[in-house]
């Protein structure tokens, strides 16, 4: 269980809090990825605890990249940080790569260079609309063992909750059906 140990494993596993992020929790414990993309930072305490818990359960170094708007954020928008106060916050927890932007955007432009991911998390903050345009270009950054974790929107944090690879594959499909109808 790498340096965490089974009461460190059963405590994160049952009291770890929020609740709603005990299964992105499980994950990371069960599957101990090298590699996470997270889309929507939001006030980081996830993100920080994410890397910090990843970091631990697995033998190589953690790979982290975190899209979000951070200053370009719109008023209706969830609070967040800054990427100056991301940067300060997560650079000595792994290899971190912060990218500011719209996701759709931001993806676009990088999702030839980024390689593929262990762990995907689209936060519930992510616009609907820009999420619809990124599922061709996640696509391309899934490999059969990568798991895809939404966000459902709710009070306090919205549950987590698979994305089956057919589901990206069957969205991917419908955007670029829509850019070519």
Not at 48 to 72: C, M, N, Q, T
Not at 161 to 174: K, T
Request: charged letters at 25%.
């Amino acid at each position: 269980m790498g340096r965490i140990g089974i009461f460190g494993k059963f405590w994160l596993n049952r009291f770890s809090s929020p609740a709603s992020e005990r299964p992105v929790v499980r994950q990371v414990i069960s599957q101990r990825p090298t590699g996470i993309l997270e889309l929507g930072l939001g006030t980081l305490e996830r993100s920080e605890k994410i890397v910090r818990l990843a970091s631990r359960v697995s033998e190589s170094p953690v790979h982290y990249v975190g899209l979000d708007r951070f200053e370009a954020r719109q008023p209706g928008d969830p609070p967040g940080v800054t990427l100056k106060e991301a940067h300060r916050r997560l650079h000595d927890l792994g290899r971190i790569q912060l990218v500011p932007g719209n996701a759709d955007s931001s993806l676009s432009r990088l999702c030839n260079h980024l390689g593929h991911f262990d762990l995907i998390l689209i936060s519930a903050a992510t616009d609907q609309q820009n999420l619809t345009r990124c599922w061709f270009f996640l696509q391309r950054l899934i490999r059969p063992d990568t798991t895809l974790l939404q966000e459902a929107p709710g009070e306090d944090g919205g549950l987590w909750r698979p994305v089956p690879h057919e589901r990206v594959n069957d969205l991917a499909s419908q955007t670029l059906l829509r850019r070519a109808g």
